[in-house]
């Protein structure tokens, strides 16, 4: 499941801004992003996502994603980095 590659990450960057920057930027392994978040994160996520063939994995809810990466909010998006 897309948690338990959150989980076994080594490094990691949590957040929207922070996801599509590091996107451009060409450091991202895996995307993983939150069914329940707003449509217009998703569709920018999906977008940069696509644009640099980075696969994207989806999970259920953005509260138990942000548990999973130690923050006590919740997150719409993790960029697993290379």
Known sequence: MSYEKV???KEMII???QTVKALKS???KEVVL???????IRSKIIE???EKQVPILYVDSM???GKVCGIDVKAATVAIIR
């Not at 939150?34 to 217009?40: C, L, N, S």
Request: aromatic share 0%.
């Open 7 to 9: 989980r076994q990450a």
């Open 15 to 17: 957040g929207t801004k």
């Open 26 to 28: 060409d450091h991202v």
């Open 34 to 40: 939150a069914a329940d978040a707003d449509d217009k």
């Open 48 to 50: 940069a996502a696509q």
């Open 63 to 65: 509260a138990t994603l």
